[in-house]
């Protein structure tokens, strides 16, 4: 059973991409959900809860550094742990 007083403060913005300057190690030491426009999306790489938006990867397109094409999704955004 999770503690809820153990649990780090999710972030209003956050990536899950090490490099990006949002990153945050501890949170993804829990199992993290993310809800879009009341509908559960497993695919997010990086979400900001205040200004309303995902980044979710854009199929099998790569840029020139060999990371993932990102779109960014717009409305109602929920973040909670599992």
């Not at 972030?11 to 993310?34: C, K, T, W």
């Not at 695919?43 to 550094?65: M, P, T």
Request: glycine residues 8%; negative net charge.
């Amino acid at each position: 059973m999770n503690d809820t007083k153990s649990l780090p403060a999710l972030p209003d913005h956050l990536s899950g991409n090490p490099r990006s300057p949002f990153y945050v190690a501890e949170v993804f030491e829990h199992q993290i959900g993310i809800r879009l426009n009341g509908k559960e999306r497993t695919d997010v790489e990086e979400y900001c809860i205040s200004e309303g938006w995902v980044k979710v990867a854009a199929h099998k397109a790569l840029d020139r550094r060999g990371q993932p094409l990102l779109m960014t999704l717009k409305g109602t955004v929920e973040a909670y742990y599992c």
